[in-house]
């Protein structure tokens, strides 16, 4: 619960600081409801808050876009479960401004429903990740021991030639 509210809250925080889709809010005090007045009056504290990009580009934008019309109908939830975005774009019945209106859109938060708990999926998951470490021990345990196998029965040739040759020839026909 608390890893979906912290993911809820960061995908919020990166939408509204990348995207700027929150337009009812006044970027300076988070204040609902318009604020125009607000923001032209405070440009000084709003271009360094924000650089000067996101605010200045809003409010000649809201200058230009006064021969677009409104906005089409919200697209559906880009997630089924869970937290998704949805967008809608400005329209104009205008044809020369049509394309230019359409440059802009306004995104949202969405959030349809939680998304199931897959506990089965999970426990399956965990008992094949088991299963493979099992595996994979095995081989290891495997390949280590025909490895010092090998490197022991070469050990008793050497030690075949080292003995006397009397012994030497008994275990050659054992």
């Not at 509210?5 to 300076?28: A, E, G, H, V």
């Not at 998304?115 to 094949?128: F, G, K």
């Not at 280590?144 to 008994?170: H, I, R």
Request: glycine share 4%; with cysteine.
């Amino acid at each position: 619960m608390f890893i979906t509210i912290s993911r809820y809250l960061f995908l919020l925080f990166l939408i509204k600081s990348c995207l700027n889709i929150f337009p009812q809010y006044n970027d300076t005090f988070l204040e609902p409801g318009p604020h125009q007045n607000k923001i032209i009056n405070n440009q000084a504290l709003n271009n360094r808050a924000l650089n000067g990009r996101v605010l200045n580009g809003r409010v000649l934008n809201e200058n230009v876009l006064n021969n677009c019309d409104g906005w089409t109908e919200w697209s559906q939830c880009s997630k089924t479960c869970d937290i998704g975005i949805k967008m809608r774009v400005r329209i104009s019945s205008n044809p020369i401004y049509s394309l230019l209106c359409s440059k802009y859109t306004e995104t949202s938060v969405c959030f349809i429903q939680e998304c199931p708990d897959h506990s089965e999926m999970r426990n399956r998951d965990e008992r094949e990740k088991r299963k493979n470490k099992k595996k994979k021990m095995l081989k290891n345990y495997i390949n280590e021991s025909y490895s010092f196998g090998k490197f022991k029965s070469k050990n008793k040739k050497n030690q075949n030639k080292l003995k006397k040759p009397k012994q030497a020839e008994e275990a050659k026909t054992n």
